[in-house]
């Protein structure tokens, strides 16, 4: 009569008990246990009675306040192993990672005492239990053994080797995957590591007499960027020499910038007459250059400064300071803006509206020391503006002056459409 809705409690429950006999329906497979359905949806949590009964009891809850120091935990060293508690702590406070596994999502399908996305699981649940003594991550160490050989033992190893191990075994682990064997295309996969850490690098080579282009575009990780100061020469033109200053980072002090990093790696470098390539448009081998550009930016965007040279004639650690921003904007170094690229010159388009390639620094990994005895530490991101300096058990707090001012391993910067306050 009065065209009002009616809510029924007996008519919603009916409901969702049909939804939910559905979804396992549509997932049952004959080899599958009924819980591991490919089709069941992720249904959210629901408190029992028992729990609703514990929530009565316990009416005190967790808020995250701009002082809150939840989520920070020291980590205590097992012997040398300051190269993985550095990465812990990067990937702890990587926001979709910790957004995944704090809401459960994991689902194993293998053994769970053999599985690193459980043990990564537990770990959140440790770092984000209010606990302040430092936790002692022997099983992770002991799953790192097992499924990474080249890492076992107790010397010093490099950090950028362990973060790139790590995704790998997580990566695998997350398909029920434990040996590799699984052919996968790393392109298509949608475990939670790949949909983070996984972008798009396009490679053009372009043959010298018919400017033919060959394109191929490989996945990656992390992007390694050679340093002034390596053996390899570093720039032909003068830094900052078109007098701009892009993301925010000006050379008044001389000092190499991330920025020029990106310009160097991405700008068109001539494959000689040793490296001549089979061209298809002139049937035969010829020289060209090579570009790589971004064809795909991942969410979490790490840059790995190549820091340790190990050559034939030398070993050694470049030390040359590298200057990071806050935030950084990658338009220019994609594939899509090669076409206003002239010579490693770039014309920045002025596009306010478009936050998609534009990135925040919140994890700086640093190395001190020399190549034979170091000590990792890292610099994260708490809140906005709110740094802390994770040196293995100690957590101390650290100004934005700090972290700038830091040598910089590996950079950890997520795409700003993930800010909120």
């Known amino acids: 009569v009065c065209q009002d809705y009616i809510y029924d409690k007996d008519m ?7 939804q939910r006999k559905a979804w396992k329906l549509q997932g049952r497979s004959s080899h599958l246990p009924l819980r591991r359905c490919v089709g069941e949806k992720y249904s959210t949590w629901e408190p029992t009675k028992r729990e609703l009964e514990l929530l009565r009891h316990n009416p005190k809850r967790r808020r995250i306040t701009t002082n809150c120091t939840i989520g920070l935990r020291g ?23 910790r957004d995944f596994f704090l809401s459960d999502r994991h689902k194993c399908e293998m053994q769970s005492n053999s599985c690193l996305v459980c043990e990564m699981s537990q770990l959140f649940q440790e770092f984000y239990s209010g606990h302040r003594s430092p936790h002692i991550p022997f099983r992770l160490l002991h799953l790192v053994w097992t499924h990474a050989r080249h890492l076992a033992g107790y010397e010093q ?47 053009d080579v372009t043959c010298q007499v018919c400017h033919g282009v060959s394109t191929t575009i490989d996945p990656f990780w992390d992007i390694s960027l050679d340093l002034p100061g390596s053996s390899t ?37 001539h494959l000689g007459s040793s490296a001549k390539i089979k061209c298809s448009g002139c049937h ?18 790490c840059f790995h400064l190549k820091r340790f040279e190990h050559s034939a004639k030398l070993r050694r650690k470049i030390t040359t300071y590298v200057s990071f921003p806050l935030e950084l904007d990658m338009t220019p170094f994609m ?10 010159q770039y014309q920045q388009s002025v596009d306010v509206f478009n936050n998609d390639n534009k990135y925040s620094l919140f994890a700086v990994v640093n190395h001190q020391g020399t190549l034979e005895s170091g000590h990792y530490t890292t610099f994260i991101r708490q809140h906005k503006d709110q ?27 997520h795409k700003q459409f993930l800010e909120y306050e």
């Open 335 to 344: 594939a899509s803006s090669k076409e206003s690229r002239m010579n490693g």
């Open 75 to 97: 980590l205590i060293n097992l012997g040398n192993t300051c190269f993985m508690n550095c990465i812990v702590q990067a990937l702890t406070h990587t926001p979709l990672l």
């Open 157 to 203: 190893q490099d950090a950028h080797e362990f973060l790139i191990a790590a995704l790998d075994v997580l990566h695998r682990h997350c398909k029920g995957d434990d040996n590799g064997k699984k052919a996968n295309n790393p392109n298509n996969c949608s475990c939670i590591i790949d949909q983070i850490f996984t972008g798009g690098l396009q490679s």
């Open 233 to 269: 020469p570093f720039w032909p033109l003068s830094p900052g020499g078109d007098g701009s200053t892009l993301n925010g980072e000006s050379h008044l002090s001389g000092a190499t910038t991330l920025t020029d990093c990106l310009r160097r790696f991405t700008r068109p470098e």
């Open 284 to 301: 035969s081998y010829q020289e060209s250059t090579k570009q790589l550009t971004m064809k795909k930016l991942p969410i979490v965007a």
């Open 12 to 18: 919603e429950q009916i409901a969702k008990e049909e």
């Open 387 to 413: 740094w802390f300096k994770c040196d293995d058990a100690i957590i101390t707090k650290a100004s934005i002056k700090d972290v700038l001012d830091s040598e910089g391993y590996l950079l950890f910067y």
